[in-house]
């Protein structure tokens, strides 16, 4: 999403001592929801960021997802926000396009309403989340469901195309801002979405468990986390160890959970400067991670250690 001055100065005002302030006073859990969450969050020294790539002006300017190939090494699939045409970009770590025509991959049929999470299946299967909803005015969202392409195709094939809502809207006019979502990552066979709440700047964890075509799915709420930013970008490590979130100012690391108690586990938060307004996030490795700025194009890699609380470049 394009940062106006509402986010501007909302991104200004979430600060470390936010961070600290927010856990002290967890939000109220929705029914189903763990509460497994006393443990502490552990804080790093500030990352320094410094661009490792920058991806072509002609593969768009709004960068909003990222998701790694399971067919090609060094192969990664992005996204562009709302407004952009309907298609997914191969791009190489360092940000040079892959494809053969140097732009986008058009996926048929499809609407670029507010693109922005991207996430892909052990089966190869990528996942486009439509999902973007500033006001929580968008009753029905959308996922298309597409395999993945060789680089060198013109367009991927016929999408599935599958409609989700959340389960506290049943029709009624949802609470203001907190219903949208920028980011989504598989775990053991299921999509996961975390939603972006300019509300309160918690996160609600989301799952996708049915994924039928020509009806509406609704979503399963399975917890919440005071996480003192607004979620940008999420994604799970290979191994299924560590989950990645990102906020405009602090990358965090969920690590040592059971089961998807993903915030029951242990968490390291990691700030972050000079990164300007970074919205996507990927597992380049088992404990390595590139991070793209919408605005600027510009990719960061990052190395994480959660267990000795660190990160570099």
Not at 121 to 137: K, M, P, Q, T
Not at 187 to 206: E, S, V
Request: aromatic share 8%; with cysteine.
């Amino acid at each position: 999403m394009p940062e106006n001055r509402f986010l501007r100065a909302a991104r200004a005002a979430t600060t470390l001592a936010m961070l600290s302030a927010c856990l002290s006073s967890p939000p109220v859990l929705a029914a189903g929801e763990t509460r497994s969450r006393a443990n502490s969050v552990v804080e790093t020294r500030p990352l320094r960021l410094r661009p490792s790539g920058h991806i072509p002006n002609t593969a768009g300017s709004e960068i909003s997802g990222l998701a790694r190939s399971t067919r090609e090494k060094n192969l990664y699939w992005a996204i562009n926000d709302s407004g952009n045409p309907p298609e997914i970009l191969p791009l190489r770590a360092n940000g040079e396009i892959a494809s053969v025509s140097g732009r986008g991959i058009r996926i048929p049929s499809a609407g670029n309403i507010d693109w922005e999470s991207l996430a892909i299946d052990a089966s190869g299967n990528i996942y486009v989340c439509d999902v973007g909803n500033n006001f929580s005015l968008r009753k029905l969202l959308r996922v298309y469901i597409v395999p993945e392409p060789s680089p060198a195709a013109a367009s991927t094939g016929r999408p599935k195309v599958v409609d989700i809502r959340y389960p506290d809207e049943n029709g009624k006019t949802p609470q203001p801002l907190v219903h949208d979502c920028e980011a989504a990552f598989f775990f053991r066979g299921k999509l996961f979405l975390l939603t972006k709440r300019l509300q309160d700047a918690t996160t609600a964890l989301y799952s996708l468990d049915t994924i039928k075509a020509g009806s509406v799915n609704t979503l399963t709420r399975k917890d919440s986390f005071p996480i003192g930013g607004y979620v940008t970008a999420a994604d799970m490590s290979p191994d299924g160890k560590i989950l990645a979130v990102l906020t405009y100012n602090t990358l965090w690391l969920f690590h040592d959970f059971r089961g998807n108690d993903f915030f029951g586990g242990e968490k390291t938060a990691v700030p972050l400067e000079g990164g300007g307004q970074i919205e996507s996030i990927v597992f380049s490795g088992y404990r390595s991670l590139l991070l793209v700025n919408e605005t600027r194009n510009e990719i960061f890699s990052v190395i994480i250690d959660p267990r000795e609380r660190s990160a570099r470049q």
